[in-house]
Nanobody, 115 residues
Framework: QVQLVESGGGLVQPGGSLRLSCAASTRISLINAMNWYRQAPGKERELVATITSAGTTNYADSVKGRFTISRDNARNTVYLHMNNLKPEDTVAYYC?????????WGQGTQVTVSS
């Protein structure tokens, strides 16, 4: 069983920045890949960013150059640094891991980009 707790969402103006955090209840050094997804109402969840245990990262085209995913194994926390935010980034963001073929999700944190 893995519990994930996201934080850091909120209201920001276009062009602003936020940092999302995902705290895990287990040692993330044992987890191969940790992911951030986002989901707009009525749409499927979109994979935003992935980081592997080796530190390899991958991003959706829509966020490349603006978002950075990182992990702190000592704190069992994964971060999503979001810069140059746009109104279309306004959605709920979810942390996700798969461990032993089971998917675990956080409760989500809302990001709103608006002037």
């Amino acid at each position: 069983q893995v519990q994930l707790v996201e934080s850091g969402g909120g209201l920001v103006q276009p062009g602003g920045s936020l940092r999302l955090s995902c705290a895990a209840s287990t040692r993330i050094s044992l987890i191969n890949a940790m992911n951030w997804y986002r989901q707009a109402p009525g749409k499927e969840r979109e994979l935003v960013a992935t980081i592997t245990s080796a530190g390899t990262t991958n991003y959706a085209d829509s966020v490349k150059g603006r978002f950075t995913i990182s992990r702190d194994n000592a704190r069992n926390t994964v971060y999503l640094h979001m810069n140059n935010l746009k109104p279309e980034d306004t959605v709920a963001y979810y942390c996700h891991v798969r461990r032993n073929w089971v998917d675990y999700w956080g409760q989500g944190t809302q990001v709103t980009v608006s002037s």
